[in-house]
């Protein structure tokens, strides 16, 4: 018996579907369709999913790029965090800031989502990202073997994943605002006291400042920002100790900004410039333009991300395994042990060729040559 998920999304004529079996309880695998969206393949095993509750997280601020969380059996059943950048054709462990793995053996970043905190693990949100701040992901995380209960952090990615920064000790509620321009955290304290400082960031989370919003002992209940992230704003609310009364406290960082960026303000971006294709993906290689890390102004409402695309020639990341073969995660598509592969095979009507495949097929519906 299967349990077909909620998490389905259906990019350029391809599924990708976390699917669990009843009798591996707690964990399933994950399959993905051909361009058809008839045929699947499984392209990860050992996904976490337990009560209900998935890590499977789409990253909204690249393309192809999907996290998750798996159980690794032959190590105690540690939780260890997985990255796809091709829509989950591979995946392969998170890259750990390289300051934090000095001497150890086994040494990889780890995200905190919904399993974390259906667990009790002292993390305030899970990983967040936002089409209109590209390369940007912020989430919780620690590095070592695997998902840890303490050690825990706020990490940033600038260039969607493939490279990461701790930035602050602990739990933080967290949030990205002005189209990636400025990021925001108030730290979080046990129970729902927070502090009455505001963390800011203009460069991507390179440098931090921070004011103070409130001068009470004041009991956090959330962080708010504009949901296209359009605004230079930030609400912070909660209530005050002393009299239990209710504050709503409005930041606008516009003040310090002071001057709505130019077209001079902006540097190309190039997504999946870091990883093996160099840029390349599904076929294409996008150029965004987003606001330069060194420059002191804001976007607003006149910023929309802005992409041109460049062909690329095929290489083996175009490539996705047929019908019948799976990925064994080494990068090769290996038969699946049950399927039998037809012997002959007849030209179509008015054909003088006919295809058999070698366990490969190129990626459909792309800008490919």
Known sequence: MFLLEAVTTLLYSKVVL?????????????????????????????????????????????????????????????LQSMISFDRGGRWQALNPPASECAGAKECQLHLHHY???????????????????????????????????????????????????????G????????????????????GGWAQSKIYYSFDWGSCWHWTTFISERFHFTGLLIEPTLASTDAAVWGYTTDDSMWHVNTLDFKSILRRPCTSSDYDEFVPHLAGNTRGCLFGYKETIFRRSRDKLCYGGKEYQPHATNTTCRCTQFDFECDYGYHNNYLGHCVKEPNFLVPKSMYCPPGQKTYHRTLGLTKQTEFLLF
């Open 18 to 78: 976390p699917i669990t079996c009843y009798v591996e309880a707690g964990h399933g695998t994950i399959y993905s369709s051909d361009g058809s969206g008839v045929h699947f393949v499984s392209v990860l095993t050992n996904h976490v999913f337990s009560s209900g509750v998935t890590d499977f997280y789409k990253v909204k601020s690249v393309r192809g790029t999907y996290i998750t969380t798996v159980v690794v059996p032959d190590k105690n059943k540690v």
């Open 115 to 169: 399993f974390s905190k259906q667990r009790g693990v002292n993390v305030t949100h899970g990983v967040i990202s936002h089409a209109n701040a590209p390369g940007l992901i912020m989430a919780h995380g620690n590095v070592g073997l695997g998902l840890k209960y303490d050690s825990i952090g706020v990490y940033v990615s600038q260039d969607g994943g493939y490279n990461w920064k701790r930035v602050f000790d």
């Open 171 to 190: 739990a933080y509620h967290y949030a990205i605002a002005d189209s990636g321009g400025l990021l925001l955290a108030v730290p979080a304290l046990g």
